[in-house]
């Protein structure tokens, strides 16, 4: 589909997947969905198609053969912040999925999801969600319940934020849309981007992952 046909144009994917019969399966559920998909096998092929044309969404591996899955989701997010990313791995350890967080995944889901549960979480990537398997969800809870108390020191900076700000945040981090939030919040659709502009620059973030994150260790809020 084309916009010159009246339609929206199909959401673009770059899927980076190395193992090919994996990569088959989520090319066909996300292709049947309606996506255009450009694979990768490696980082370097995906660095030369991330140059040639941005995509929409990047779904990235983890373990490549000639490098780290996190290489280009950094990278990713310096030049095309536009882009959403969400991490497809087999790799579920807090080191790995903190990592692919901090420096710019916007979502981390397991390879035991269902090809076709994938190209629908998608949809809610692109619209505002941040998608989380269940498992990585509880571990990221359990980290911030037993994380040790900070030693005596400056204050935390929760009083950066406004009621009305933390509001939102909590909003992001249950993976509310920005119509769901306003629509919680009773505000207008076009006010929440204002205040997420805002709560990005006090915690110093460039993601609705790395806000949460961030607001969570500062004990802003809790999940």
Not at 196 to 209: F, G, Q
Request: aromatic residues 4%.
């Amino acid at each position: 589909m084309t916009e010159q046909d009246g339609a929206p144009a199909a959401i673009t994917i770059l899927l980076v997947e190395d193992d090919a019969p994996t990569c088959w399966r989520l090319q066909d559920a996300l292709v049947k969905a309606g996506y255009e998909v450009r694979t990768a096998g490696t980082l370097g092929q995906a660095r030369q198609a991330m140059a040639a044309r941005a995509p929409a969404v990047l779904l990235t591996d983890l373990r490549l053969p000639d490098g780290h899955g996190i290489e280009l989701i950094r990278e990713t997010r310096q030049r095309f912040p536009d882009t959403e990313i969400m991490v497809i791995s087999a790799l579920g350890d807090e080191e790995s999925v903190i990592s692919a967080i901090t420096v710019g995944a916007t979502g981390y889901l397991l390879k035991d999801a269902f090809p076709t549960d994938i190209a629908t979480t998608v949809r809610e990537l692109v619209a505002g969600h941040s998608p989380i398997s269940a498992s990585i969800a509880r571990f990221i809870v359990r980290r911030t319940q037993t994380t040790a108390a900070p030693p005596p020191g400056p204050l935390l900076n929760t009083a950066r934020l406004t009621p009305r700000e933390i509001d939102i945040l909590w909003g992001i981090a249950k993976g509310f849309s920005y119509a769901e939030i306003a629509s919680h919040l009773g505000l207008s659709r076009q006010t929440v981007p204002g205040h997420i502009k805002n709560i990005y620059r006090k915690l110093e973030v460039h993601t609705r992952s790395e806000a949460v994150f961030e607001a969570v260790q500062q004990g802003l809020i809790k999940l």
